[in-house]
T-cell receptor
């Protein structure tokens, strides 16, 4: 298993540009999430999905869009990049246990995408 | 809203020392708690997951405990090594079955 993969590893954008951060997992996990990590702020949830076709907002969703057309993929779109979106972005996935009320189990993280917006 | 606090923010110890990292959370209605490790410039790696029905979970030199009623968890690292140097984060669900809320982590340095 490749686990959770993210592309690109590093990206530089100009203010106003748009781009898509890719995330894929090969573990057949229902749950997928996007976090951003900033110094002093810790990890903050952007968007998450509990299954194909279902997404919801997290703590800091403004300026980002997501969709989940397949179980494997969960791309994050930046609509019009701003310097405040300079950050490290992590995608994560986890199994939800049907025998335990679909509770999330161990969460697996991708290696991250470093984004610099000028 | 769930809030997670980790103390201390940073810790430096000599090699071989046993140490304890602390995590507290405000909403005790959790079904599990996870401890992660993050090396500089890398993603997070899950170390231990404790279910709410458990009090302890062990993996090698790591032992995590959970006191749900008091909203606390500890990560005990025995016989620390320089390779243990990393940031350690704990995380719990926000409410019900939602994604995790993370503490800001404890940055550990083990000096040879």
């Amino acid at each position: 298993n490749a686990g959770v993969t993210q592309t690109p590893k590093f990206q530089v954008l100009k203010t106003g540009q748009s781009m898509t951060l890719q995330c894929a997992q090969d573990m057949n996990h229902e749950y997928m999430s996007w976090y951003r990590q900033d110094p002093g702020m810790g990890l903050r949830l952007i968007h998450y999905s509990v299954g194909a076709g279902i997404t919801d907002q997290g703590e800091v969703p403004n300026g980002y869009n997501v969709s989940r057309s397949t179980t494997e993929d969960f791309p994050l779109r930046l609509l019009s990049a701003a310097p405040s979106q300079t950050s490290v972005y992590f995608c994560a996935s986890s199994y939800s246990n049907p025998g335990q009320g679909y509770r999330q189990e161990t969460q697996y993280f991708g290696p991250g995408t470093r984004l610099l917006v000028l | 809203k769930q809030e997670v606090t980790q103390i201390p923010a940073a810790l430096s110890v000599p090699e071989g020392e046993n140490l304890v990292l602390n995590c507290s959370f405000t909403d005790s209605a959790i079904y599990n708690l996870q401890w992660f490790r993050q090396d500089p410039g890398k993603g997070l790696t899950s170390l231990l997951l404790i279910q709410s029905s458990q009090r302890e979970q062990t993996s090698g030199r790591l032992n995590a405990s959970l006191d749900k009623s008091s909203g606390r968890s500890t990560l005990y690292i025995a016989a620390s090594q320089p390779g243990d140097s990393a940031t350690y984060l704990c995380a719990v669900p926000n409410s019900g079955n939602t994604p995790l809320v993370f503490g800001k982590g404890t940055r550990l340095s083990v000096i040879a």
